[in-house]
């Protein structure tokens, strides 16, 4: 029985959407403890990592443009009235 290669991507698309994949489940796995922390806001998020917060997706956009490249990051709504789901920015 051979062993199973894990394929490393090489496309900087599918970099990209790795590293989203891993921010999404590394989001997933902290959901409650980012939830709490930033209930009412926006969250930029790259590399597992909180790099943006604020009133507006865009607030947090810019705090995450200034560590992370543009499209490389997460945004996610943390509100209890309605359940946004995360983009890519």
Known sequence: MSAVRKRTPTDPWELDLTAADDDSAWMAEHDAELFAKYRGQWVAVFR?????????AVEAAEQARRVAPPGAYILHAYDDII???HVTA
């Open 83 to 85: 359940d946004l789901p």
């Open 48 to 56: 597992r990592q909180v790099v943006g917060t604020g009133r507006t």
